[in-house]
């Protein structure tokens, strides 16, 4: 094994360090080996580990639409289940935390 003698020094939101190294620290891995396992994905990866993107729609608010938007919503699901557009929930449930990094 190599030995550590490289710094790294990055400036991130002080919210989201706190918060990732809250997880990390339930999980038992110091950042700093956190961090190391990341470059070591990057290299066997040839990039980054995950994907990138923007995703091309959010999901719906429901809370933010009107009660004539909500039907509408409704109805449009409905005319989807009758015409067969449709997939399992358990791949929508998939599909859903893929695309928005849930």
């Known amino acids: 094994m190599a030995a550590k003698s490289?710094?790294?020094y990055a400036r991130i939101e002080p919210d989201v360090k706190?918060?990732?190294?809250?997880i990390l620290s339930a999980l038992g891995i110091p950042a700093?080996?956190?961090?190391n396992m990341f470059y070591k994905q990057i290299i066997l990866h040839r990039g980054l580990p995950f994907e990138v993107k923007?995703?091309?729609a959010r999901p719906?608010?429901?809370r933010a639409l009107s009660d004539a938007e909500?039907?509408?919503e409704l109805e449009r699901g409905y005319a989807d289940a009758k015409a067969g557009r449709t997939?399992?929930?358990g791949r929508a449930f998939a599909d859903i935390h893929k695309d928005y990094d849930l």
């Open 6 to 8: 490289a710094n790294l």
């Open 18 to 22: 706190e918060q990732a190294e809250g």
């Open 32 to 35: 700093s080996n956190a961090i």
């Open 54 to 56: 923007i995703p091309s």
């Open 60 to 62: 719906v608010d429901m």
């Open 70 to 72: 909500i039907n509408a």
């Open 87 to 89: 997939k399992p929930a």
